[in-house]
C-alpha cells in the first residue's frame, strides 16, 4: 500500500491551489556565506537559508548578491536530509529540480580571503 509523504502531500496541495502558475517568492533572506561550513556556527551566525519545498520540474529563479568590493559567491542547493548538493550556480539563473525535495542554500565565497560575508538570496518561481 501506497503512503505518501509529507512532502508529496505538500507539493500536491500546492498544485491544486495554482500558486504554482505565478511567479512567487519561495524562500529569501540574508546569510553569512559558507566560508565556515556549518549552517550554524560557533558565533551563531546563520550561514544557510531555511530549507523549503521544491517540486519536480518546476522553474525557480535563484538570485542573490554578495556585500563588499571584491566578493563573488556561488550557491550549492543541498538536500536537505542528507546535504548532498543537488545543483549548483556561479551566477544568478534558473533551475528545474529533477524531483520534488526539500532543499535549503549556501553560498561558497570563490575569492581567496573573503569569507565571511553578508549574502542576500530570494528565490522565485519563474514567469
Known sequence: ??????????????ALTGSLKESRTV???????????????????????????VTESTCYQIEWNTEGTFTHTTVE????GSGEIVYYRDTNGEWIPEKGELVYLDFKPKIPATGNQTVHYVVRTCE
Open 1 to 14: 500500500m501506497y503512503i505518501p509523504s509529507v512532502q508529496s502531500v505538500l507539493t500536491a496541495g500546492l
Open 27 to 53: 524562500v529569501e533572506g540574508d546569510v553569512m556565506d559558507y566560508a565556515v561550513e556549518k549552517c550554524l556556527d560557533g558565533d551563531g551566525n546563520t550561514r544557510c537559508s531555511k530549507p523549503f519545498v
Open 77 to 80: 542547493v543541498r538536500d536537505g
